[in-house]
């Protein structure tokens, strides 16, 4: 531990004040120890900050001690009481964790400190506060740690880097994770650190004269729109400008937030009249606005966030918040114990502590898991929905109701059949967002689908979740997956239009001894649709390259208009044949016609081939250019039952798929009630037609779809 310099522990034991217990002397006359004596008023005084009842005050001045084991457990219960404790027998789990010495990011923990780690979740699940305890002596230690060898610096800076400083973000008490960074940053990048803190200081009294400018207009300001405000300066910390730069490949003269104000008002209201007067006064930088007020961050974090050239013309960064939000934003989950106590509850601390929950009940990845679920980045990247009972569910983004089924339990996800969220009945492949209501609609018995394994399906955008669905397919019988596959297999390339194939090739192309290896691997997961297309347009391409083509006498570059590129031909006319309207990266070859220039087929086509029996010597060779906003012609043959509401459920399936429809026919036989839909579309290649099918099998009613030659 570091050497602490000595100071002298405060007298008394009311909350709120910096007041040791009544016990103390008895305490110290155990332990005579001038450091722990000196650490363990720092750590009482940072969780009186944090808004500690006096219980977690007394365990806050007991933790030093406890951890350096120069007291026991007896001890307290004898003198402080049964009840500190209780609560100091759980501290002594979270005191002694750190990583191990040789440990580097992305390793797998050792069992003794992922037992740690769970504990460290265990207590935030119990009474969070005790971890908002060993958060204030981690922070009394690296302070502490100024004078200390750098060993020591860094292996205190990267437990605060890996564990320490990600857990006081997810619990919000941003107060704690602003120094914990800016202590990591400049024990484990000294280099780095200077260099930032130098460029502020060189700059620290102008930039100190600009903010008490602006806060005077400010004032002046929101007083004449008859708001009474709280404006301050808002310190921009060292490790944030850092992570900035690296983002933004910028200087520090460049940040937009490098001068920045906070507005504190009375109530939600008013923090949009407040941000109307500021973009009023000065013009607003566009792409710096956030609204954390209508969109809270994952940890509930809620502020309105702008940038404008303020006075001077210089950029300013200003935060409108209330003064709930600036508690929950400065003290997180610590917030919560002042609300408790004057009796009222919050719903964004209590789902916050639920939420918490889930990511301790979610670790059976394992520790390493764990340790990537604390970090930062994570943030952006997940969406939280809520059970019908009111259960917070972590999920990654673009998450779908499939994946938050397979989330709450497997067996939920196999026997999915339908969602809710908010009350209202979704797709299947809905796009969850923060704070949705999910309810899962069941079958009595589990029924996965293949089409939930493809990706670009959108039925499932976590891998776990894909994972699950495959374990099911392989535990059902061999003969069924077999046969599945194989009418799987046959349906995907008749609706590609693929007839002349034969499948042996296919499945030894593919790497599999034979056709059944091929359709078992399909009717378990282990490949998709997708795959085996374009392993069929491989195949298919050489063995109509042998078709005789145009003989030349000298090569030219290949030249042209449009969406196809000519060889030897500059400026000539090209359409796509009817016949089998080629899309790329399909083969293609041209043929010479008479007055309408070169029709473009696909290699395989079979009135290509009359054609070039007849008249070799017109055939000529034409490739795709590459051009990502061309499209192409196709039509579709779609058979489903009749019902009202049809066409508009597929052309907004196609509408949402970016496939512009040109015409489209139909008809319906009275006997049957079936309903023959031809669309004529255009799409931008192969891979957007297929996921059009695939989203156009899925309509309700949809019996067959076709691309049609």
């Not at 034991?13 to 722990?36: C, F, S, Y």
């Not at 509930?300 to 409108?320: C, D, K, M």
């Not at 056709?515 to 374009?534: E, K, N, P, Q």
């Not at 400026?571 to 016949?579: G, I, L, N, Y």
Request: charged share 25%; net charge positive; proline share 5%.
């Amino acid at each position: 531990m570091p050497q602490h310099p000595r100071q002298e522990l405060p007298k008394g034991h009311a909350a709120g004040e910096a007041n040791a217990p009544v016990w103390h002397d008895r305490l110290h006359a155990q332990t005579d120890d001038p450091d722990l004596t000196a650490l363990s008023s720092a750590v009482r005084e940072v969780a009186v900050g944090l808004g500690l009842d006096a219980t977690m005050l007394d365990c806050a001045s007991l933790a030093p001690f406890l951890r350096a084991e120069a007291v026991s457990l007896n001890f307290v219960e004898k003198h402080a009481g049964k009840t500190i404790a209780a609560h100091c027998r759980e501290l002594v789990t979270l005191l002694d964790f750190s990583l191990p010495g040789q440990w580097l990011p992305g390793e797998r923990l050792p069992e003794a400190q992922s037992e740690g780690l769970r504990r460290m979740l265990l207590a935030v699940v119990n009474d969070y506060r005790l971890v908002i305890v060993r958060l204030a002596l981690q922070l009394c230690d690296l302070r502490a740690a100024r004078e200390a060898s750098v060993e020591e610096q860094q292996m205190l800076a990267r437990d605060t880097r890996e564990i320490f400083a990600p857990l006081a973000n997810r619990l919000g008490i941003w107060q704690l994770k602003w120094e914990l960074e800016d202590f990591a940053f400049r024990f484990l990048q000294p280099a780095d650190y200077k260099a930032i803190a130098k460029q502020l200081d060189e700059r620290r009294n102008e930039r100190e004269r600009y903010i008490a400018d602006a806060r005077n207009e400010l004032l002046t300001l929101l007083g004449d729109a008859g708001l009474d405000a709280k404006v301050s300066g808002r310190p921009k910390h060292i490790f944030s400008i850092y992570r900035k730069l690296q983002r933004k490949n910028v200087s520090v003269d460049d940040l937009f937030d490098i001068r920045a104000v906070r507005i504190i008002v009375a109530t939600v209201t008013a923090c949009y009249t407040a941000l109307g007067v500021v973009h009023n006064r000065w013009p607003y930088i566009r792409e710096e606005f956030d609204d954390y007020i209508a969109n809270p961050k994952g940890n509930n974090y809620q502020s309105l966030h702008t940038a404008v050239f303020g006075p001077e013309g210089r950029p300013l960064e200003i935060q409108i918040r209330t003064e709930d939000m600036h508690a929950q934003a400065e003290l997180g989950v610590a917030a919560h114990w002042r609300y408790k106590e004057g009796g009222t509850s919050s719903s964004a601390f209590e789902q916050k502590i639920a939420w918490l929950r889930q990511l301790l009940e979610g670790s059976e990845a394992g520790s390493a898991d764990m340790l990537d679920s604390l970090s930062d980045g994570v943030f952006s990247d997940r969406v939280y929905a809520i059970t019908p009972r009111g259960d917070i569910i972590d999920l990654p983004a673009g998450a779908t109701p499939l994946d938050f089924a397979y989330q709450v339990h497997t067996q939920i996800g196999h026997r999915c059949r339908g969602a809710k969220a908010n009350g209202r009945i979704v797709n299947l492949t809905y796009q969850i967002r923060n704070g949705d209501r999910i309810e899962i609609i069941t079958a009595k018995e589990p029924n996965p689908s293949r089409d939930w394994l493809s990706p670009r399906s959108g039925f499932l955008a976590s891998a776990r979740s894909r994972t699950k669905v495959r374990s099911w397919f392989r535990q059902q019988d061999k003969e069924i997956n077999r046969k599945q596959g194989r009418d799987h297999l046959e349906r995907e390339l008749q609706r590609m239009n693929i007839r002349d194939l034969p499948i042996a090739k296919l499945a030894t192309h593919m790497g599999y001894d034979d056709v059944d290896g091929l359709c078992i691997a399909l009717g378990v997961g282990d490949i998709t649709s997708a795959a085996v297309f374009h392993a069929a347009q491989k195949l298919i391409a050489p063995a109509d390259q042998e078709q005789p083509k145009q003989k030349r006498s000298r090569k030219h570059k290949p030249s042209g208009r449009g969406a196809v590129l000519v060889d030897g031909t500059d400026s000539v006319m090209t359409h796509f044949a009817r016949c089998c309207n080629p899309v790329p990266p399909e083969p293609i070859q041209g043929y010479i016609t008479q007055g309408r220039g070169i029709s473009v087929h696909t290699q395989r086509c079979s009135a290509l081939q009359r054609l070039g029996s007849k008249a070799p010597e017109r055939l000529i060779e034409v490739a795709w250019r590459s051009d990502k906003e061309a499209r192409y012609p196709v039509s579709i043959r779609i058979e489903a039952s009749d019902r009202n509401g049809l066409l508009k459920d597929l052309s907004g399936v196609l509408n949402d798929e970016n496939v512009r429809i040109l015409g489209n026919s139909s008809k319906v036989n009275r006997k049957t009630l079936r309903a023959i839909v031809q669309l004529h579309t255009e799409v931008d290649g192969l891979d957007s037609l297929s996921r059009a099918l695939t989203k156009l099998s899925q309509v309700a009613g949809v019996v067959r779809v076709e691309r049609q030659s």
